[in-house]
């Protein structure tokens, strides 16, 4: 069974640019997650989808945004990119909603803002 | 509030020697759920094990063994018999099982692990 995939493995940008992520949750998992691992700030929760609908978000500002399909695939955007976006994302998936289910994570996209 | 704390920043193991990852949370929920992942240079998190708060069983799998305590708020990650393969960085994590909190997992900062030759 294929798991969580994320694309583009690498992404470079220009300050200003946006960026587009993409993740494919394992098959029957309708929750997805974002997370940003930044160099020095650690693993910090950045959004949560489930069915289609945002369900909520951690402390990043309105420029990070993005939407579930209905095939629970998801996508990130991150608007006006900012040299300190430069960081891997992840994404993780479960099949019910919350972390009392498995869940488990792509292999990341690593963004580069220059 | 929810916290993981994971004080040793980077370890140091020669092949073979057994190691020990503290791992210590802070939480109010009484059901909750903690998290070992294993993120190697690739940069993809590895899932290890989840251990819910009513199970405080000690667990063995293969050379990795976890000694879940809450009366010390501690979930330690054992690697017996080291291998270079275990270099790695490793994360503890913890969710609560509450409804406006149940989807958020909460790292600790990881520790670096590098098992040398």
């Known amino acids: 069974e294929a798991g969580v995939t994320q694309s583009p493995t690498h992404l470079i940008k220009t300050r200003g640019q946006q960026a587009t992520l993409r993740c494919s949750p394992i098959?029957?998992?309708?929750?997805v997650y974002w997370y940003q691992q930044a160099l020095g700030l650690g693993l910090q929760f950045l959004l949560w989808y489930d069915e289609g609908e945002e369900r909520n978000r951690g402390n990043f500002p309105p420029r990070f945004s993005g939407r579930q399909f209905p095939n629970y695939s998801s996508e990130l955007n991150v608007n006006a990119l900012e040299l300190e976006d430069s960081a891997l994302y992840l994404c993780?998936?479960?099949?019910?909603?919350?972390?009392?289910?498995?869940?488990?994570f792509g292999q990341g996209t690593r963004l580069t803002v220059v | 509030a929810q916290k993981v704390t994971q004080a040793q920043t980077e370890i140091s193991v020669v092949e073979k020697e057994d190691v020990t990852l503290d791992c210590v949370y802070e939480t109010r929920d009484t059901t909750y759920y903690l998290f070992w992942y294993k993120q190697p240079p690739s940069g993809e998190l590895v899932f290890l094990i989840r251990?819910?708060?009513?199970?405080?069983q000690n667990e063995i799998s293969g050379r990795y063994s976890w000694n879940f305590q809450k009366s010390t708020s501690s979930f330690n990650f054992t690697i017996t018999a080291s291998q270079v393969v275990d270099s790695a960085v490793y994360f503890c994590a913890l969710s609560e099982d509450g409804v406006d909190s149940s989807y958020k997992l909460i790292f600790g900062s990881g520790t670096r692990l590098l098992v040398r030759p």
């Open positions: 098959s029957g998992h309708t929750s």
């Open positions: 251990r819910n708060s009513f199970d405080e």
């Open positions: 993780a998936s479960s099949e019910g909603q919350g972390w009392n289910t498995e869940a488990f």
